[in-house]
Every structure is written in C-alpha cells, then in structure tokens.
C-alpha cells in the first residue's frame, strides 16, 4: 500500500524475490489471467511494496535483490504479461521474519486480498511462530482480539469444510456455527451439507445448531429439563457468543462454556466474577446484563477438539465454583 511521500522505483521482474511469508495461498489461474491483461495493455497501476537486501554471489561480487513483502498477486500478473519491469515501493531498513509477515498480513488485510481460511492461518502463524498471544496479534495487525480469535478457531474444522469456506461455497458465519458441533462430527456433517445443498442462511444454521445442543442435552438428562432452563441456556448461548449448556444434578447443577484460548478464559471469567459479584441480582438479571455486552469470542480448546470430549463436565483437576443463591453452580473449567 502506496502512502503519501513514498518514492516508486521501477525494478526488474527477475530481481523481485516471493516473500517466504507470504499469507494469501490460493490465487484463482482465471482472475490472475484478467489481471495479466490488463497489466499488458494499461501496465501496473498499485506499486509492489519490497525491501532490498544486497546478495552476494560465489564469486565474491554482489547484487541487488527486492524481496516481496506485499503484491505477489500482481508480480505473479506482470511475470504472466512478460512485461520486464514493475513499479515499487521500497521499506528500507532490515526486516525481521516476523515484520515481513506482520507487513504481508497487514496489506493482504487492507485490500481484503485474504480468505478466510488465509486470513486463519496467518494469524495462527503469526502467534506460534512468534509466542504472540491472540491480543498482541490483534495489536499488531489493527483488529480485535475476538477477530482474531474467530478467525483462528475456524481452523478446527475439517479439511473439506475448509476448501468450502475458503472457494465461498459458504460464509464464514456458517462455519462459526459449525463450530458448535465440533464433538459431534456426525451431527456436524449433516448441517455441512444441508448449507451447500439447501442454500441455508447462517440465521437458519444457527437455529437448527441450537435445536441439536438442546435436544442432545434433554436426552442425555430425561425429566430434568425444564422450559426455563432452556431459554437460560439459550440466552447465555447467545450472549456468549458460544456454546453453553446447563446440566442439574442431585446438588444443584453445572454451566459448561466452551472456550478456545486463554485471553478467552481469561476474559469470561472475568465477566462472571462481575455478575457473581452484583449483589442481590437475580439469575433473570445475570442473563440481562451480560446481553447487553458484545458477544464475545470464546470457543472450544484445541484438546478437546482432538478428544472430542466436553471441556468442563468432568475436569481432571479441581475446578473454581463460584455458588449461586439457588443452589446452583457455575463451573469455570481451568484445563491446561
């Protein structure tokens, strides 16, 4: 991205280098072909942005090469057109691993040249790769932390979903949803076809997703469910952005939250030490008050997506309850 007082140099096509860090994966042959054209008849309208680096050969002599922080897309378009050079804008100064990928992301995300499944794994590899959490990635690349942490958490799904996703065969509210039925592959299926089949809205989705935790949730408990208890759970659901299911039992009962990260857990436990804390406030008021924030992105642990098993049900280690006027508690599920 070309800002105000940046100078544009015009450089050879063989001496521009791909970016090793380069996010975006998938470049449609039909798009890049019309660009190709385009460039061949109107020439490269948006500069490359590189850094230069002089290499030297075995010889003892040196070179001048431009590595490719942003553009791949119209380098890949101009080598396509045969045009022998393209314009450039230079970042001087030596650039970390993870500025050029930062800088890759940044630009990617600016002119929206990213899917979602790209936009995921960048960001996935932006944190492993770098022990970032999913709040410095956030700070880095301009979003918000539940940005960033939906995005990556779509990577839980299975590979075949993902090609749908990343070709729009279904938005990314759809896989979201999907999410949702993450230990249950075979319900999860049935849904992932009905999108692709039917057509269905994510508004659809979500209701039949809905349907299916609750009625899997009133077999697995028969004559304990009661209406008001699943509208609670329902509106916790929602207001959380994530799966939540409440389960009796002879002492009181149990909230179960899925989660995905610890700036999530974090954030969640935050939220209800400050309802538990409220004095005399009801459950009704509870549910209330937390609607009234922006849903916030928590999602299920990596370990229980390769397990297939609930996260808080039945913890291995002791868990923080925080007890409720009614008997009940809410079981904050602490997994390493």
Known sequence: MAFQGDSIYWVEVEKVVPNPFQPRREFDQNKLQELADS??????????????????????????????????????ASKLAGIAQVPVIIREGHQSEQEKLELAIIENLQREDLNAVDRAIAFKQLAESFGLSHTQVAQKVGRSREYVSNSIRLLGLPDHMLESLKHSDMMEGHARTLLMLTDRPEEQEVVYKEILLKKLSVREVERIVRKIATDKVRKKNPGEFDAHLIELEKQFTESLGTRVQIQKTDFGGKLTIDYFSDDDLEVILRRIKEEAEAPNQSQEETVEKLSEHTPLAVNIAPASVASGDSIITTPPTPTHSVPEEDGHEINHGFDD
Do not use: C, H, S
């Not at 490359?48 to 119209?74: H, P």
């Open 39 to 76: 460039i061949r008849m109107y020439g490269v309208m948006q500069p490359l942005t590189v850094t230069r680096a002089e290499v030297q050969r075995e010889d003892g002599t040196f070179y001048t090469e431009y590595e490719l922080i942003a553009g791949e897309r119209r380098l890949r």
